[in-house]
């Protein structure tokens, strides 16, 4: 790939995708010898957390793991409530109900990334889905929450336990 950031933003997304489709159980046991096309247990489950293809001006995220869509970023200097509220624009676009976004820990494995959501749409999670989500830690300035990748894993564990099949428009 000639364009070095770009490269490292899909190592950085597909890190994340592996990561959280071997968490959650949706991977075949022996994933790392496969290539990405024949690594899930079911490739139709809706479950399967996938990386999207360029959208143009309508972008829907960079990952979506139903009900979240996952904007992956891997840079030094963080700018997170910049990030969400074009997390959150995806979200819509993809008519997902939560855009989070995900920020590389440097020197740390994908399971230490930080996970950020927005107060406002950490509250509507917990106010819509009805589910005991573990808890994130809330930022000095209150304007964000924040779990590891592995915490938040858990929280869409939880919260598609208790979420039927989404609904397609």
């Not at 109900?97 to 959501?117: D, E, Q, S």
């Not at 889905?129 to 808890?135: A, I, Q």
């Not at 209150?142 to 990748?149: A, H």
Request: glycine share 8%.
């Amino acid at each position: 790939m000639a364009n070095p950031s770009k490269a490292r933003g899909t190592a950085w997304e597909s890190a994340i995708r592996d990561f959280t489709n071997a968490f959650l159980g949706l991977y075949k046991d022996d994933w790392r010898d496969l290539p990405a096309s024949q690594r899930f247990l079911n490739m139709l489950d809706w479950r399967n957390v996938r990386r999207q293809a360029q959208e143009g001006a309508k972008d829907v995220g960079d990952l979506h793991a139903w009900p979240f869509i996952l904007e992956a970023k891997d840079v030094k200097s963080p700018a997170v409530p910049t990030w969400l509220r074009q997390a959150e624009a995806e979200a819509v676009n993809a008519g997902f109900p939560y855009g989070v976004v995900i920020h590389k820990t440097r020197g740390k494995g994908p399971g230490m990334a930080r996970v950020h959501i927005s107060d406002a749409t950490y509250c509507r999670l917990l106010d819509t889905e009805s589910v005991c989500v573990p808890g994130p830690v809330l930022n000095p300035r209150g304007q964000y929450w924040t779990w590891s990748l592995a915490g938040f894993a858990e929280v869409l564990a939880a919260v598609r336990q208790g979420t039927s099949t989404p609904v397609t428009q």
